[in-house]
Structure formats: C-alpha cells, structure tokens
C-alpha cells in the first residue's frame, strides 16, 4: 500500500523549514483505519493497546510503557517526553467505521 504524495507547488513555494511526514492511511471504499493497521504486522499497537470495555466500545490507549516504542523510538530523549505527557484514550468508533467514498472523494 502506497501513501507516498507530492507537495502541492503553492506549499513548495511557501518558507517550510522542515516537513516532517508521520504516517498515513488511503482507505478505499469499506476499508476501516483498523482494518488497514492489522495489515503493519510490524506495528507495537496491538501489544500495547489497552481498553477499560472493548464491548462497550470504551475508549482505547496506548499503555504508558509502549508510547515512546510506539511512536517515536528514534526521537531523542526530549522529544519523547511530549507524546507520553500528551497522550490520551481515543474513542475506537471512528477507528472501526467503515468509509464509504464518493465519486467526489
């Protein structure tokens, strides 16, 4: 799955510094954000996915231990503070819905 896009010519031409590209998904129709992240059999979120309810559809985290694995194991020690201090619970129903696209989208 390719994610890769260019930069629109306005932004190229715009004072950018440095853009820095986290990550992406490009759902197709019926695709879900879920779906798409059990293909990354490499990813640490399912070992560290933790949530009070799942069948109550209960918000969903990243237990503290595995934030930094996670997210950012390259970053230098003071950039890592940042996601474990902002980290919060995210409600699953948005993960687990199926888009439906358009013509138009």
Known sequence: MS???SIRPSAAKARVA???YV???LPSN???MYKLSKL????L???YWTQADPKAHSPAS????GIVLTFCADCSPADQSMPVATHKAEPVPPLATP???????
């Open 99 to 105: 888009v439906a696209l358009s013509a138009a989208r």
């Open 30 to 32: 019926g695709d879900s």
């Open 23 to 25: 990550a992406g998904y």
């Open 3 to 5: 994610v890769a896009r």
């Open 18 to 20: 440095r853009l820095v």
């Open 62 to 65: 990243i237990r503290a231990e």
């Open 40 to 43: 990354d059999k490499q990813s």
């Open 45 to 47: 979120i399912p070992k």
